[in-house]
């Protein structure tokens, strides 16, 4: 048996099995899954899906609807969170601020400060569907 | 639900395997390359799927009822055509099959080693895979943003279902084809609702299947432990599983591109009835179409391919018997991909639409582009996967290569193809609009994870199997190697 077959056989055999368990990257990842997990946090997604859930009903089966929020829409994580209501209000499209007739509200302020944020924005609340999700609507001119 | 999930999948899958079938020519037994015929069943029949469910959003809606009695009736019919196929094979043995020079060489110790060490890493995968999609079970941006948001505008679409979709459309990529959404979106409809699950399986049945074709068609052609290695290499390539589990629709492209591929090499390693396993060639090649626009450039190149390949060798008359059973297969695709840009996605992605003759000849004439994008090229084809192209050289060194006049055709074939898109791809950069250093920051590791399955497969038809090169070499296996050749040649 010719050695440099058995050397290229081991080669290739070592660098596929050490690349495919670097993968899991084992002693952090496997550590910290296991001895570090205190909460299990569902994904950005997940969590726009079950909080505007309740809303979905409630709203058009097709158009555009408008997007209020009382947070600053920049920076990447939000913009996460941007394509995460867009997903989970398809298929509608959703238009930032409160243009479209119906708008939906994604406002974590005190409760006490909502009326002020609406008259600002020329709105009428709806429904509060709770944890700060708000359907709402433009004022008549 | 359950139900239902499940005859949304049987009802396709009995389609599906019962096509993969005619990708194994001649009489072999129904279970013979069982493995190779569940992995290119699994992928054809999120491809079928995908057509049958857009076609009935075209002309019936979206009543779950009629759609399900639709494809029973096509199914039945389905069957029905291909029965005689199907009776043929059932009744055959596996006695028929011709016996690889190399699998009468096994028997060795390094079979069970390898075999030891693919499950190791199998399972490793599958278990990162897993953790991956737990991690994002909406998948990464392109998936929530692309691929998951239309089968959500497909599946929601309630009264007009296509109204909201094509309004979608307008707004960001409108070409991009419809394989992996409406595959999604059918699921969704069949079970009236939409577990998070569906995308995730969609995906693992397209990574895994990717890597099973890889593993039994090289196993097929050459030899076990051949094919158990190609494994290894793909399931060592770190990109592959992670951008498996992202739900892109770049590995159902890799998988389209590795089956025409496939097929075309089970053509040439045939004895007869080649004209099954070319149709399943076109029709996996329109399915890439389908999937991706880089798909239509791999129509383009592996038929072009061909031509040069079989024309130089065999003759235009062989040519045109060949490209009359894979236009069976491909038309069809065709014909629905070209429906859909035409008068559903009017619209052309930015890379065709913001070229003018001027500025498209500035950026061909522009050397510093192809610097760039040559280096960026070259650094990847030393890096890609963590084996990577400098260990398969090494092997190669090592053991050597050794292909018979069956698979000569094959290896050209896949060559040429592989290169063809690389040149392709290569002058995209070229020409974008987005500017070459973008380009290759978004794009570049997935333009390459489309090839890396086929370039991998056709690695292992072309170097010696471990069973060949470690055998003594003797008159008696040089004579035994060139009489079964023969046999499968003729």
């Known amino acids: 048996m010719p050695a440099r077959v058995v050397l290229g056989i081991v080669l290739l055999v070592l660098v596929s099995l050490f690349s495919v368990i670097k993968l899991t990257n084992p002693t952090e990842k496997f550590a910290a899954r296991f001895f570090g997990i205190i909460e299990v946090v569902p994904d950005v997604v997940t969590l726009s899906d079950l909080r505007f859930f309740a809303l979905r009903p409630l709203l058009p089966q097709h158009g555009t609807v408008g997007y209020l929020t009382d947070r600053n829409m920049q920076g990447l994580e939000m913009l996460d969170e941007w394509l995460a209501v867009k997903y989970a209000l398809a298929p509608l499209f959703v238009e930032k601020g409160p243009t479209a007739g119906i708008v939906v509200g994604d406002i974590r302020l005190p409760t006490t400060e909502v009326p002020k944020v609406l008259h600002d924005s020329n709105l009428v609340l709806l429904k509060d569907l709770g944890n700060g999700v708000l359907l709402l609507r433009r004022r008549a001119p | 639900m359950i139900i239902l999930a499940l005859l949304a999948i049987c009802l396709m899958f009995a389609i599906a395997f019962s096509l993969a079938s005619l990708s194994s020519p001649g009489s072999r037994s129904l279970r013979s390359l069982l493995v190779l015929k569940i992995c290119l069943a699994a992928g054809l029949t999120i491809g079928i799927s995908s057509c049958t469910y857009f076609a009935w959003m075209l002309v019936g809606g979206p009543s779950r009822t009629g759609l399900i009695i639709v494809e029973l009736v096509m199914c039945m019919a389905m069957l029905g055509l291909l029965s005689p196929v199907l009776k043929k094979q059932w009744s055959a043995s596996d006695s028929d099959v011709p016996t690889t020079p190399a699998n009468t060489l096994n028997g060795h110790w390094l079979l069970p080693l390898l075999s030891v060490c693919m499950f190791v890493a199998l399972s490793t995968a599958l278990t990162r895979f897993i953790f991956v999609s737990l991690a994002a079970p909406h998948g990464e941006v392109d998936a929530i943003t692309m691929w998951n948001l239309r089968a959500r505008f497909l599946a929601r679409a309630g009264e007009q279902p296509l109204d909201s979709f094509i309004s979608l459309l307008a707004t960001h990529n409108p070409d991009y084809p419809l394989l992996v959404p409406a595959g999604i979106a059918r699921w969704w409809t069949y079970v009236g609702s939409e577990p998070v699950v569906t995308p995730i399986l969609v995906a693992m049945l397209f990574t895994f299947s990717t890597i099973g074709l890889a593993v039994s068609s090289v196993s097929f052609l050459r030899s076990r432990g051949q094919g158990l290695l190609a494994g290894l290499v793909l399931l060592g390539t770190p990109f592959l599983i992670r951008h498996g589990a992202s739900q892109y629709a770049d590995i159902p492209l890799s998988f389209f591109m590795l089956a025409s591929l496939v097929s075309f090499s089970l053509a040439d390693a045939a004895d007869r009835d080649r004209g099954q396993a070319l ?17 239509l450039l791999f129509v383009l190149v592996v038929i072009g391919a061909r031509m040069l390949v079989v024309v130089s060798t065999r003759g235009w008359t062989a040519f045109g018997t060949e490209m009359r059973s894979i236009t069976m297969g491909l038309v069809p695709l065709l014909l629905i991909v070209l429906f859909f840009k035409l008068r559903i996605a009017p619209g052309t992605s930015p890379i065709v639409s913001e070229q003018g003759a001027v500025t498209t000849v500035e950026r061909l004439t522009d050397l510093s582009r192809y610097f760039e994008a040559g280096q960026a ?74 090839l890396w399955p086929s370039m991998v497969f056709m690695f292992f038809l072309l170097v010696k199997t471990p069973e060949e090169a470690m055998a003594p070499q003797s008159p008696a296996s040089d004579e035994m190697h060139r009489s079964i050749a023969d046999r499968r040649a003729s």
């Open chain 2, 279 to 295: 149709f399943i060639a076109g029709l996996t090649a329109g399915f890439s179409a389908w999937t991706k626009n880089e798909g």
């Open chain 2, 377 to 450: 090229f070259l650094g990847k084809a030393m890096r890609f996967g963590h084996p990577g192209f400098v260990v398969l050289l090494v092997y190669f060194l090592l053991v050597g290569r050794r292909v018979d006049d069956a698979d000569r055709v094959a290896i050209r074939h896949a060559a040429i193809t592989i290169g063809l898109m690389l040149v392709g791809y290569f002058m995209v950069f070229i020409v974008t609009p987005h500017g070459v250093s973008y380009q290759i920051a978004t794009s570049l590791d997935r333009l390459w994870i489309h």
